[in-house]
């Protein structure tokens, strides 16, 4: 029983001594080393995800109401940046929206997690890690690899049809 003990014991100093708790806390943080600072200066009390996406809600909406559900349509307007500031994509124009089905992969990861969490009317901020966007690769020439990418979107309308 003793020898037991001590080898789970002498584990645990090796893996302490090896940094492993800092690497699995490293493994949760989606973001960038160097864009975590930027990310959280900028939007202090952003909503952090599981998955490291990060919103804040600008203009709340229903709250009592449903929110977009996989195979639904949506309707959004929304301005695309990288961090900088720099625009790549807009819809902007509330008689011309984006129109798109959740769940059928054909939205980056980030943008399928934030509208089915957002009700109708809301507008918000959302910090999208490169994993949950255009990832390595990038999506030249406007989006580079591994870019942060930073989105305000405004949930105009959901539904089947």
């Excluded at 200066?41 to 599981?50: D, G, L, S, V, Y």
């Excluded at 966007?133 to 979107?153: Q, W």
């Amino acid at each position: 029983m003793k020898s037991i003990f001590s080898r789970l014991s002498l584990l645990a100093l090796v893996l302490l001594a090896a940094g492993l708790p800092g690497r699995l806390h490293a493994q949760r943080e989606r973001l960038p080393f160097e864009d975590v600072d930027v990310v959280e200066k900028r939007w202090p009390n952003a909503h952090k995800t599981a998955t490291s996406l990060r919103y804040v809600i600008v203009e709340p909406g229903d709250k009592n109401g449903p929110t977009p559900q996989p195979g639904m349509f949506v309707s959004c307007l929304y301005k695309g940046m990288l961090l900088n500031g720099k625009v790549f994509d807009q819809a902007t124009d509330p008689n011309h929206p984006l129109h798109m089905r959740l769940g059928r992969g054909n939205l980056i990861a980030g943008w399928e997690e934030a509208l089915q969490k957002m009700h109708r009317g809301e507008k918000w901020i959302v910090i999208v890690p490169y994993e949950l966007g255009y990832g390595t690769r990038g999506r030249a020439p406007d989006i580079p690899s591994r870019a942060t990418l930073v989105f305000e979107m405004t949930l105009v309308d959901f539904g089947k049809e």
